[in-house]
């Protein structure tokens, strides 16, 4: 990691500092001195302090540290800085600083973002095992092994190829080298904003492939673990190193908003606090001014800019509750955008950020932004994981099952983990992976029972079924949004509330179809690992997949039986020779041939009606029955008929169901077992994963005619079972 030197290509912050850009006359947040990096390297050439005192140039990261641990205990720090000093002794980066100011540059990074000692002591040695003669056995002796630990994965990540050849295995690698421990992530960071921040000596070219890979990969990351205040200084390195004009445009802009005689966000931040003083509620009311990225997407989105786009208003208080009370003053004092309203505490985002979002327009018409949060909300918003401390080690204040709240465990990173045991190769693993890292929104829909499944908006019901049951999602079957049956390929929303309906067959598999329906890497990789694992069953899911698509070219798809309408002038003789026969139909004309109607399939004890057809045959209709009514219209008589004395019957059924494997068999094992024989049976080509079939049975009785519907809407796929119904007139 000595690839950096010290110019800065953009005016942004000091090393010192975490966040991105600021305006140049925003008021300064109170700060510690300006840290000098070649003073801090002098101070390393000068040698280890005596011992049991802390040496001065690691005083910046011990005032940061206290801030957030004031109980810490330094000694770790005072012995990781005399090791890391010692071994660095000598070494150079290319700006001529002693290269100690970069191990130290990163380490205050994470102390201003509140890590713990174990983090800050293996940042200080992040570079020893790799760039020094110190081993992996003298820091596991001196410091334990969860710093060994640490250094080990950091050290396995800068091992890792960056080309843009080696993409795929480079990402499967850092995880990997992550193993566990989203600490190793941290440390990762912090050294790459480090070095963004002093890539200004270094070729064009190759600030140009680091800012890519750092857009790419390690911004994404950030984000994922909810590091925010690194997120967003990488985000306008890498746009000045990759759009100069743009930046520069948006420099401009904030320069001028900067120099404004007004500010309607220091007005309404006056405003703000007026009213919640005189509602009594303890708060903090800040301007929150957007970073460069953020001001250029604004200016993309709106057009031209006005004073509110240039930042927001940020309002801290002490409890939960009391922000919903801030939020109650605000929209009932000023004028609230209710369409800007989001709840991000009831429902917290994937990264652990909490936040109630809302809008305030002013008389002239400009809208301000109004972010409310607790202090330790605001905290978690910043730094993400870092902010968790040690999220391995239990709590005192954990809940009772002892489960803590990191989104890394069994969270993002975890699930990314697994995701790379699970691809069949390192170009699917990359291309899904790179799919999850560009969504940048995500939706929270609700379970039955409660709970929530977050996802990437776009997402369908086969990501919630892959989100909750992993690859026990192969038997889904179904879904139900919002009470209603809705197709595995329906798209959710924010807030739906999705019941998957899931089959009972061990044996079941997913559809290739699904993955046309899937955005998630959890839903992607576990239908291709399992169409890879059975080549057999996949090739035929094709092969009927394709055959499918023909016979709907050649329009030559079975119609069922409630598609049929009776010729009014009467079927030709192949015609009716399918339809049922009537046996327990006694008619008028003696001797005449009587067939059941295969459009409404009359039943005992339905009142039905006859007409002769071509051929001297008695064809016998429900009364209701639209045919009927088309016949009487064009002048056909009428012939008498009457339930007989026999007992069997016959009715066509038609099913609906889901797409699942041995759908077919289990329902007709399922009829079978009620006494039905089937005398004829159609089956539609699927759409979007639901299936109609039409069966015309004969049964003992028509008294066994509801305990059969049952049996069928029991198999699992199965979500309704009618009989086939007449047309309606003109259908």
């Not at 995500?442 to 990437?456: H, K, Q, Y």
Request: glycine share 6%.
């Amino acid at each position: 990691m000595s690839a950096e030197a010290t110019n800065s290509v953009t005016p942004g912050p000091m090393p010192g500092a975490v966040s991105g850009p600021v305006t140049p006359t925003a008021p300064r947040r109170k700060s510690r001195p300006r840290i000098d990096l070649r003073r801090l390297g002098r101070a390393a050439l000068l040698g280890p302090a005596a011992r049991g005192r802390l040496p001065d140039a690691i005083s910046h990261v011990v005032d940061a540290h206290r801030a957030h641990h004031p109980d810490a205990d330094l000694e770790p720090l005072r012995r990781a800085y005399v090791l890391a000093e010692s071994s660095h002794r000598g070494q150079m980066r290319k700006s001529g600083e002693p290269y100690i100011t970069h191990p130290l540059a990163v380490t205050l990074i994470l102390a201003e973002l509140g890590a713990e000692t174990t983090t800050l002591t293996a940042s200080l040695l992040h570079d020893t095992v790799e760039d020094t003669d110190v081993t992996l056995d003298q820091v596991g002796e001196q410091f334990g092994e969860e710093v060994r630990y640490l250094v080990d994965g950091v050290t396995k990540l800068e091992k890792v190829d960056y080309g843009a050849a080696a993409e795929p295995e480079t990402f499967r690698k850092m995880l990997v080298a992550t193993g566990n421990d989203v600490r190793v992530m941290s440390i990762k960071l912090a050294d790459r904003l480090h070095n963004m921040r002093t890539l200004g000596v270094m070729r064009p070219e190759k600030q140009e492939r680091i800012a890519k890979v750092t857009r790419d990969v390690l911004i994404p990351l950030a984000e994922r673990l909810g590091v925010q205040a690194l997120k967003t200084e990488l985000e306008d390195l890498v746009f000045a190193i990759l759009r100069p004009e743009e930046y520069e445009h948006t420099r401009e802009l904030i320069v001028r908003n900067a120099a404004r005689a007004d500010d309607p966000l220091a007005e309404v931040a006056d405003e703000v606090r007026t009213v919640l003083r005189e509602a009594d509620i303890p708060a903090e009311v800040l301007i929150r001014p957007r970073h460069f990225v953020s001001v250029h997407r604004v200016s993309r989105k709106r057009g031209r800019l006005r004073g509110s786009d240039f930042g927001r208003l940020l309002v801290l208080v002490n409890e939960d509750a009391d922000c919903y009370g801030v939020l109650g003053e605000l929209h009932t004092c000023m004028t609230p955008v209710v369409s800007e309203f989001k709840d991000f505490i009831a429902v917290p985002k994937f990264n652990l950020y909490q936040s109630l979002h809302t809008a305030v327009a002013r008389e002239d018409g400009q809208v301000v932004e109004v972010l409310i949060r607790t202090h330790q909300m605001h905290k978690v918003a910043e730094a993400g994981v870092v902010a968790l401390g040690n999220p391995y080690a239990p709590a005192p204040d954990d809940p009772a099952d002892g489960e803590r709240v990191d989104p890394t465990r069994p969270g993002w990173l975890s699930r990314l983990l697994d995701w790379q045991e699970a691809a069949p190769d390192p170009d699917h693993f990359w291309s899904t992976l790179r799919e999850d890292l560009a969504q940048d929104r995500e939706i929270t829909v609700f379970r039955p029972d409660g709970g929530t499944i977050g996802l990437p908006e776009g997402a369908t019901c086969v990501d919630a079924a892959y989100a909750q049951y992993g690859e026990d999602a192969h038997a889904c079957i179904g879904a139900r949004v919002n009470g209603r049956l809705a197709t595995l390929s329906t798209v959710l929303k924010d807030g739906d509330t999705v019941q998957l309906l899931m089959g009972q067959d061990p044996a079941s598999e997913p559809s290739r179809e699904w993955l046309e329906h899937a955005h998630t890497p959890a839903a992607r990789i576990a239908i291709q690992r399992w169409l890879a694992a059975h080549p057999a069953q996949a090739e035929a899911q094709q092969t009927e997949a394709r055959e499918d698509r023909q016979a709907e070219e050649r329009g030559a798809a079975v119609r069922p039986a409630t598609a049929d309408a009776p010729d009014p002038a009467g079927p030709a003789p192949e015609q009716a020779a399918v339809r049922p026969a009537g046996g327990n139909v006694l008619t008028d004309r003696p001797g005449a041939t009587v067939r059941l109607a295969g459009c409404c399939t009359p039943v005992r004890p339905d009142e039905i009606t006859g007409f002769a057809v071509r051929g001297g045959a008695v064809t016998v209709h429900r009364v209701e029955c639209a045919a009927v009514a088309r016949m009487k219209d064009a002048g056909r008589a009428e012939v008498g008929v009457r339930w007989g004395e026999a007992t069997e019957c016959r009715v066509t059924l038609v099913a609906e169901s889901f797409v699942r494997p041995h759908l077919l068999a289990d329902l007709t094992e399922a009829m079978a077992l009620e006494g039905a024989e089937i005398v004829s049976a159609t089956v539609e080509p699927p759409t979007q994963q639901q299936v109609r079939h039409t069966y015309t049975v004969q049964l003992p009785d028509a008294a066994h005619l509801p305990a059969l519907m049952r049996a069928m809407r029991n198999v699992a796929g199965v979500y309704d079972v009618t009989r086939a119904q007449p047309q309606t007139q003109g259908g």
